[in-house]
C-alpha cells in the first residue's frame, strides 16, 4: 500500500496562474514533508518542506499547506511560469529516508 | 563545488549479467542512500548508509541486490543475475548527516536497462 499518494498523474496550467499539487499521505507518524522537482535526465531537486508542527510555508512563489487532520498537503505556485514545468514529487520522512509519492507532471503553458 | 555524481548515466545489460553502480557522493556528506524509480513512480527506497556501514537495507528487493562503501565516500551498488524486472533509474542521494536526512541531494541517477 502507498503510504504517498499523488492521484493527478498530470496537472495543465497557464503562465501566470496558480498550480495545485495536492498529496495525501496514510501514515500519521509522518512528522515532515517535501517536495521535490524533477527535470526530465535530472536527480530530484529539494523544493520546499514543512514540519507537522505547522500548517503553512512559504518561500517565494512556492507555498506547501499542510491539514494533518485530513492527511493532506498541497503545493501552490503562483504566478506559475513555464519553466516551472516538471514532475513534482511530494515525500514523507521515514526512518531515516523518504518515501515518495508517484509523481505529478505540471504543464505551464505560455 | 561538485554535487552528486553517480556513473554511467546508462547501462545497457543482458538477462542474467552482474552490474555495478557508482555513487559520488558531496564531499563531506556522511550519509548516502540508494532509491530506484521505475516508469511511472516515484523513487523507491533501497538502502542508506552513515559512514561505511548500511544503517538500513530494508529497501533491498531480494539478496541479488547488494550495496558497499567501503571507505565512508563512494558507494557501488551491485545486481547479480539482473532480471529485466531490474530496469529502472537509480537514484544516488547524500546529506551532510543523518540526522538531517531530510535535506538529500540527489544525482542525475543511472538508467539500467536489462534486456
Known amino acids: 500500500d502507498q503510504q504517498v499518494k499523488q492521484n493527478s498523474p498530470s496537472l495543465s496550467v497557464q503562465e501566470g496562474r496558480i498550480s495545485i499539487l495536492n498529496c495525501d499521505y496514510t501514515?500519521?507518524?509522518?512528522?515532515?514533508f517535501l517536495w521535490y522537482k524533477k527535470y526530465p535526465a535530472e536527480g530530484p531537486t529539494f523544493l520546499i518542506s514543512?514540519?507537522?508542527?505547522?500548517d503553512k510555508n512559504e518561500d517565494g512563489r512556492f507555498t506547501v499547506f499542510l491539514n494533518k487532520s485530513a492527511k493532506h498537503l498541497s503545493l501552490h505556485i503562483v504566478p506559475s511560469q513555464p519553466g516551472d514545468s516538471a514532475v513534482y514529487f511530494c515525500a514523507a520522512r521515514g526512518q531515516g529516508n523518504l518515501i515518495f509519492g508517484k509523481g505529478t507532471k505540471l504543464s505551464v503553458k505560455p | 563545488g561538485a554535487g552528486v555524481s553517480q556513473t554511467p548515466s546508462n547501462k545497457v545489460t543482458e538477462k542474467g549479467k552482474y552490474v555495478e553502480l557508482r555513487c559520488d557522493p558531496i564531499?563531506?556528506?556522511?550519509?548516502l542512500y540508494w532509491y530506484r524509480q521505475s516508469l511511472g513512480q516515484g523513487p523507491e527506497f533501497l538502502i542508506y548508509?552513515?559512514?561505511?556501514?548500511?544503517?538500513?537495507d530494508s529497501g533491498l528487493p531480494n539478496d541479488r541486490f547488494f550495496a558497499v562503501r567501503p571507505e565512508g565516500s563512494v558507494s557501488t551498488l551491485k545486481i547479480q543475475r539482473t532480471e529485466r524486472g531490474d530496469s529502472a533509474v537509480y537514484l544516488c542521494a547524500s546529506s551532510l548527516t543523518m540526522v538531517t536526512y531530510n535535506e538529500q541531494f540527489f544525482g542525475p541517477g543511472t538508467r539500467l536497462t536489462v534486456l
Open positions: 564531499s563531506g556528506h556522511t550519509a
Open positions: 548508509f552513515q559512514g561505511t556501514g548500511a544503517a538500513d
Open positions: 514543512i514540519s507537522s508542527i505547522k
Open positions: 501514515n500519521s507518524m509522518f512528522d515532515y
